[in-house]
């Protein structure tokens, strides 16, 4: 393939600017599919339903509609998820679409497309996120082969792509069932406890409570030595995650009070529904990192080891209570009480039955993580190949009549 073949975007395909239109109840659950970012990364590279749908009114005076056969993809939150629509479909201002305006297969530029991830990525702009503009979009360049050889490439790529897909499905899969036997586990221990010791409210055991502060911060983590605010990500499925934070404006005064020191039982109060809820206890950390007014700070009696509760939290009635209990204004975001976190049921059990069971439970979680790593490292090796045949597919460097190429 020669140089004649590459050629920016724009010579193919119309950029379509998404939005969203205005709550007004006219404008939504209507006919017209409406992706974002999120529905998007869950399509496997075919989208056909939305969690959320627009009118036909919605669609015209707050979106745009494209034709099925377009490409869609996320240009921020993140930049890179791509996916060809099977049907007329409208979506949201963190999206664009590719709406072919000569003959192409579609399927050959969503393969080229969806190798190029970090390239994309590489070339979003913006101080509060990360966005690719529609020209820089447009002056992406491609390798454009006639439409014959498009076919050919494509039909290849189905078939090897398609392979290499399937068997990610297989490890994805196996990560899946780790984690349900890491669950069914965890929440077995628990039961064996709430069996001989009975249930205590979580109140019993607390001796104060502390709520942070969220002045608005810079966009970016807090270097060593920086004050940093922690986000509710920092505190997720039982582990502290220190830098999940974002920078205090050095003119901003930090509230020394809200400081996370090592020990610290940390639990938060929003999130999304899945998340919200989650408690862990920190490790050692480094000093300038505060508490954020969605994450409290739990002190506990000397009856209840804080790791302890943090391993409870992750069991499946408390998560369930969390899930009934949260209450926010969207799907994104829940909230929790700290009334109905004191009301949380917690083995009453004395402190050696305690860490005996953390010991046992963390004894089975080291393993699966061991056995998980393994698995995400397939993963790796497979999304590397699977770019690697792409980019060869696309540029030539694999002949297509005897499947002989680049060594992948």
């Not at 830098?243 to 938060?268: C, F």
Request: net charge positive; charged share 20%.
């Amino acid at each position: 393939m020669t140089s004649d073949h590459v050629v920016p975007l724009r010579r193919l395909f119309r950029v379509v600017n998404g939005g969203t239109p205005t709550p007004a109840q006219a404008n939504w659950n209507g006919s017209v599919p409406w992706a974002t970012p999120v529905d998007l990364g869950a399509s496997a590279g075919a989208i056909s339903q939305t969690q959320r749908t627009l009118t036909q009114l919605g669609a015209r005076t707050g979106s745009r509609v494209v034709p099925a056969g377009s490409l869609i993809l996320s240009t921020r939150a993140p930049i890179g998820y791509i996916a060809i629509a099977q049907r007329e479909m409208a979506f949201n201002q963190g999206c664009r679409a590719l709406v072919a305006t000569s003959p192409v297969d579609i399927r050959y530029f969503y393969y080229q497309l969806s190798a190029a991830t970090k390239e994309l990525q590489s070339l979003g702009q913006g101080s509060t996120f990360q966005e690719l503009s529609s020209e820089v979009l447009a002056s992406h360049l491609v390798h454009a082969p006639d439409l014959e050889d498009q076919r050919r490439i494509a039909d290849f790529l189905e078939s090897e792509v398609g392979r290499i897909d399937r068997l990610a499905k297989v490890q994805q899969e196996m990560l899946l069932r780790l984690n349900e036997r890491d669950l069914a586990i965890l929440d077995s221990k628990i039961e064996e406890l709430f069996g001989a010791f009975g249930a205590a409210p979580f109140r019993r055991y607390i001796a104060s409570v502390e709520q942070g502060s969220s002045p608005q911060c810079d966009n970016m983590p807090a270097e060593v030595g920086e004050w940093g605010v922690l986000k509710v990500s920092s505190v997720k499925r039982g582990a502290f995650h220190p830098s999940e934070n974002k920078k205090l404006p050095n003119e901003m005064a930090p509230a020394i009070r809200y400081e996370v020191r090592e020990g610290d039982l940390l639990v938060t109060r929003a999130n999304t529904p899945a998340l919200v809820g989650a408690a862990a206890v920190v490790g050692r950390v480094r000093r300038k990192l505060m508490l954020c007014d969605k994450i409290f700070r739990i002190r506990t009696t000397s009856g209840l080891d804080k790791s302890f509760l943090a391993m409870v939290a992750r069991g499946t009635r408390i998560r369930d209570l969390c899930a009934a209990a949260s209450h926010g204004t969207s799907q994104s975001m829940a909230n929790l009480k700290i009334e109905e976190i004191k009301e949380w049921p917690i083995p009453a059990a004395p402190l050696a039955a305690q860490r005996l069971m953390l010991s046992e439970v963390s004894a089975h979680h080291g393993a699966t993580a061991d056995l998980g790593a393994a698995v995400r490292r397939q993963l790796g090796l497979l999304r590397e190949r699977r770019h690697a045949l792409i980019r060869a597919a696309v540029s030539g460097q694999i002949d297509l009549t005897t499947g002989r190429g680049v060594d992948l």
